[in-house]
């Protein structure tokens, strides 16, 4: 702008008004082009940003309000609510404890105190922002918004952005190296050619003789020097990552994927390996008890027939003693709104426990009246059981337990014969039970014990027993693998990523369940967690690369083994979670990924993304949006420096044997638009291809300019200015120019080949390895609108802003010509391609390392 300004006030001295102010005048127009459509592009991503934040808060939580259960927005809730708390949720608003058991709230973000607190009767205040980390309970509302603890908290901190991705770390670096470059470049070009000015003035014995227009020759020479430094610094680099990004961000959002951290989108590009959690990930979360076991009998649930003929054939006090232990001990609610509908809310097992004991006929408000709780112990994926006592109206009191099969059986002595009657449970009896639970498991059901203990006195400080049971039922509860999963496992196979399942279900259910999906395979491990944490480091460094399953794990072997993957194999991992428990693994991989509709309010804190419809899919999606931001950043890379490589070289040759740089400041700003803004905008915002899952995964040692990109780079560089530069030497002769205006002429043709070249560069660069260039370019319109853009500016720049831009206009021969010598190089890049690199060094050597064997690329891989 300095430059612009010294321009006009030299030019107008010289030349007059107004040709003096056209130079000048022509940088100013420029400046404010680039600016504004970088600040436009900016301001766009801005709000997307702001769009995608305002999700990230949508928290939703159990509310009673005028008599009637409710899901709300934390943002509607008002003082006098009743907000229902269980484990993992966040505390929407500052509370008092009303009811509820073991609730344990972590307080850690507002204290800062690791200990969690118990919340109770006597100790009965609630704080926003704190978390659930043990048992349930109601609160009344009593301060809400701002006016919170946390939201005084928060009034004190402004809001800070999202931190760097290492991508654009990495490309910054990047963009100082090459601005480092041009600026050497830059003060090289305009030495020289004021040196040779200064010697042309010598050699004509006019060193003493200055005149204004000698001042606007030496400010030209300037301007040049500041616009190769203007080129040179790829500025479009952090502007074509954040487009990338925010152009995935929005994508993914409306795939039901919502992005939390800018850097775990490219990072998902990277990874090797996905955890994923086997319920409501890879099945569809709606739970339905398709078989019992009750009184030695398996029995088979379809429809209301099936549970007609079940209510025949079962004694009445079988029945009640079935309905007390579903009715008692659940964490679920049957709510009616205010249409008298009935709902149930509570995790999918419970609500399918919930549907079949109210289609046996079950009232759940009776049962609820009838007893009084004494205590409950919730379920946790460390006990893997939930257990109530309650006061019986004849007095004495009664236990239920309810959990995995194996934990609960072993908890049993005894088991309900068909008169209801507890009888003692054999050996024999016992296996024929475990029996009766593989075989269930063995069927894709998730298992489930029903058991009681009646006692005659409450126990110590009211607690649960832990042994001497009377089994009641075995529960077969179905749910269904997604579909699109199975496809979705092969595609990330294809693409060198492992998945694995880790799961507190039973192993043979999840066997059953891995083989559907097509993830656990001949040669692939399923292991329990308890076999898993028994192992010593040399024998986990021998499996863990087999392990396709893991059953019956504990939240610590997660992580361990997510910690292991990562450190020992230096693998990129991701995982999928849904509860508290999952927190830590979530934390600890490279991309955690929380569930939107199963996951509590701590996994998706810990979590990089949500995946709001809890679905494999999604997850897969997200990888091939990943690897698109990564591939599409390294297109738009190797189309930048291109054109560096050829400004830079071009202005410098040339400045240094004929004394004058062919491309003028005005120029060389709308090539810099051209390949930084518009080149960003048309490159980084390509939309992923299924080829993009069919090669390895970005290794962590692999360079971000890879051998393939510096071929295309060399090779486009050398043929640009092997043209141009026979058009600077030789042009007028080759073309036949002669007049006083030969080197206007020239000049402008120079600059339209200049442009051409990059505008089908471009169209090379959407694929750095493929032939197949025209690929899916006719549906991407933002691409094509950035081309058919550039092609109509150019021409309104030579033909009708010549007197701004110091073109004059051209005939048509001389506009096929500029566009001939673009087109060529089109066969140039397909040329190129054919000379072969072997990109995937680094991606080798990693595999190689961690005992992987890499895939097979091109035909072999179809």
Partial sequence: MICAAVSIGVGVATEGWPSGMYDGVGILISIFLVVAVTAISDYKQSLQFRDLDREK???????????????????????????????????????????????????????????PVNVYEDRPFLLSGTKVQDGSGKMLVTTVGMKTEWGKLMETLGEGGDDETP???????VATVIGKIGLGFAVLTFLVLTARFLVEKALKNEITDWSSADALILLNYFAIAVTIIVVAVPEGLPLAVTLSLAFAMKKLMNDWALVRHLSACETMGSASCICTDKTGTLTTNHMVVTKIWLCRKAKEIKGTDSVDVLKQETAENVLTILSQAIFKNTAAEVVKDKDGKQTILGTPTESALLEFGLSLGGDFDGQLRENKVLKVEPFSSVRKKMSVLVARPDG????????????????????????????????????LVLDVINGFACGALRTLCLAYKDMDEVPAESSIPESGYTLIAVVGIKDPVRPGVKQAVQTCQAAGITVRMVTGDNINTAKAIARECGILTEDGIAIEGQDFRNKSPEQLKEIIPKIQVMARSLPLDKHTLVTHLRKMFNEVVAVTGDGTNDAPALHEADIGLAMGIAGTEVAKESADVIILNDNFTTIVNVAKWGRAIYINIQKFVQFQLTVNVVALV????????????????????????????????????EPPTNELMKRP??????????????????????????????????????????????TDVLNSVIFNTFVFCQVFNEINSRDIEKLNIFRGMFSS???????????????????????????????????????????IGLPVGAVLKCIPVDSNEAWKKQQNHTGYEPLPSGPDLA
């Fill in 57 to 115: 808060k949508k928290i939703f939580v159990h509310v009673t309000r005028d008599g009637c259960r409710e899901k709300l927005s934390i943002y509607d809730l008002v003082v006098g609510d009743i907000v229902h708390l269980s484990i993992g949720d966040q505390v929407p608003a500052d509370g008092i404890f009303i009811s509820g058991y073991s609730l344990l709230i972590d307080e850690s973000s507002l204290s800062g105190e690791s200990e």
């Fill in 167 to 173: 991508l654009q770390v990495k490309l910054n670096g």
């Fill in 396 to 431: 004495g009191v009664r236990a239920f337990c309810k959990g995995a099969s194996e934990i609960i059986l072993s908890l049993c002595d005894k088991f309900v014969d068909k008169n209801g009657e507890p009888v003692p449970l054999s050996e024999d009896q016992f296996n």
């Fill in 650 to 685: 071009i202005n410098f040759v040339s400045a240094c044997i004929t004394g004058s740089a062919p491309l003028t400041a005005v120029q060389l700003l709308w090539v810099n638009m051209i390949m930084d803004t518009l080149g960003a905008l048309a490159l980084a915002t």
């Fill in 697 to 742: 995964p970005v290794g962590k040692g692999m360079s971000f300019i890879t051998r393939a990109m510096w071929r295309n780079i060399i090779g486009q560089s050398i043929y640009q200015l092997a043209v141009l530069g026979v058009l600077i030497f030789g042009g007028k002769k080759l073309l036949g120019l002669h007049g006083s205006d030969a």
């Fill in 781 to 823: 319109w933002i691409f094509l609108l950035v081309i058919a853009s550039t092609v109509a500016f150019q021409a309104i720049i030579v033909e009708f802003l010549g007197t701004f831009a110091s073109t004059v206009p051209l005939s048509w021969q001389l506009w096929v010509l500029s566009i001939v010598i673009g087109l």
